[in-house]
């Protein structure tokens, strides 16, 4: 544990599966001060990420590493819930660098520190200091922040990809948020429930919440992500959770969210068929909008714009305050004009010229087109299978 240099506050570090454990309730609490919206920087999340999804085999190895900031007092005001990753897991070629859990191929969406009100700057202040005095035990540490702007240290710090977020503020009435939607999309809705009328087809809105009825309907959003993202022809979807790990942790992660009510699978049903679904983390008054699936068949019914438009009458109906479109400039998020968010990656090098050469190799190796030309630039060792999903040991 070490002081801030002011004295105010102090930082510490959890570095295993048991010590997380031990944080739960001092997280949860924080969860509620801070008045948590996302699901990314949850406990659940974090536990559910570190049980299925951390790398641990010869070429690349992860070390829980979750800074907690406290005031004398011993009040929990901040969480860093970074994950140190070895690539490989040893010899000189390896490569240490911090990172906030989720380093996985957009499974973890948006991912950024924890803090209580009026504590942000102060936390990141304690953390910077805490880390630079450690800067021996890693070569490089990332940071994704909200609206964050370049650091004008360009010798130790820099600016990685940044990507978007879309939040939609809900009035108190379908009518009044239908009213203030844009022609375009106003003509598409009603194409969409017009077209379902005219072929004499009913549709409904399911809502999966308890905890033990998610295997049936997590089934489904199976099928469905995969049918969406083997289909030709449109913009490409990855099939995010093909691998029995990334299976494993979405039923996991649905599961301990929904202890709290906090998870909704939803599901539009044609008649007597699910055609579209789309799972949802709902916390602080906020729907987020995590990954979806449809039938393609049932493409020219459009039916991912008409869940889309239940799930947010739905919202309003249950008096939230906002749905979370979830990340990503496509037109289906823009067009119902919400507010964006931006995000950007801030990587800091350690102050060592080993550190800068092991991120100089490792920028040109992420840089490479396919997986297959990387491997060619640099050890395999240093890279995770093309679906970023690696072999685990369950804690």
């Known amino acids: 544990m070490q002081y801030d240099p002011s004295g105010l506050l102090c930082v510490d570090v959890v570095d295993t599966r048991a010590a997380l454990d031990h944080l739960r309730l001092d997280w949860l609490r924080l969860e509620v001060a801070s008045a948590l919206d996302l699901p990314f920087q949850t406990w659940e999340w974090t536990a559910a990420w570190w049980t299925h999804l951390r790398a641990d085999h010869p070429g690349v190895r992860d070390h829980l590493r979750v800074l907690t900031v406290r005031t004398p007092s011993h009040a929990l005001v901040g969480i860093a819930p970074l994950v140190l990753t070895e690539r490989p897991a040893s010899g000189p070629l390896r490569a240490r660098y911090l990172q906030l859990i989720g380093p996985d191929p957009n499974i973890t969406e948006i991912r950024t520190g924890l803090y209580a009100p009026l504590f942000e700057q102060a936390c990141q202040r304690a953390l910077s200091a805490y880390l630079s005095q450690r800067s021996s035990e890693w070569d490089w540490l990332m940071w994704e922040d909200r609206d964050a702007t370049p650091d004008d240290d360009t010798s130790r710090h820099g600016l990685s990809k940044g990507h978007s977020a879309y939040v939609l503020t ?6 009044e948020m239908r009213a203030s939607l844009h022609r375009n999309l106003k003509e598409s809705l009603r194409k969409c429930y017009n077209s379902l009328k005219r072929d004499g087809l009913s549709y409904r809105l399911e809502v999966v919440d308890k905890p033990g009825s998610f295997s049936l309907a997590l089934d489904d959003f199976y099928r469905l992500h995969s049918a969406r993202a083997r289909l030709e022809g449109v913009p490409p979807h990855s099939d995010m959770f093909e691998t029995p790990h990334a299976r494993a942790f979405l039923h996991d992660i649905c599961q301990r969210l929904a202890q709290r ?18 799972i949802g983390f709902e916390l602080s008054g906020v729907q987020y909008l995590y990954y979806s699936g449809w039938d393609p068949a049932y493409a020219r019914y459009s039916v991912m714009t008409t869940l889309v438009a239940e799930i947010v009458r739905d919202s309003i109906r249950r008096g939230l305050r906002a749905v979370h479109l979830s990340t990503g400039s496509d037109v289906s998020k823009t067009r119902w004009g919400p507010r964006c968010y931006r995000y950007t990656t801030r990587v800091e090098v350690a102050p060592r010229a080993s550190a800068h050469l092991l991120h100089f190799a490792y920028r040109a190796a992420s840089r490479a087109r396919t997986i297959d030309l990387a491997r060619a630039l640099v050890p395999g060792g240093l890279l995770r299978q093309p679906s970023g999903i690696v072999a685990v040991t369950r804690g």
């Open 261 to 278: 009510g906090a998870c909704r699978v939803f599901r539009l049903w044609i008649d007597d068929r699910v055609v579209a679904t789309r």
């Open 170 to 175: 809900l009035p108190t009435t379908w009518q």
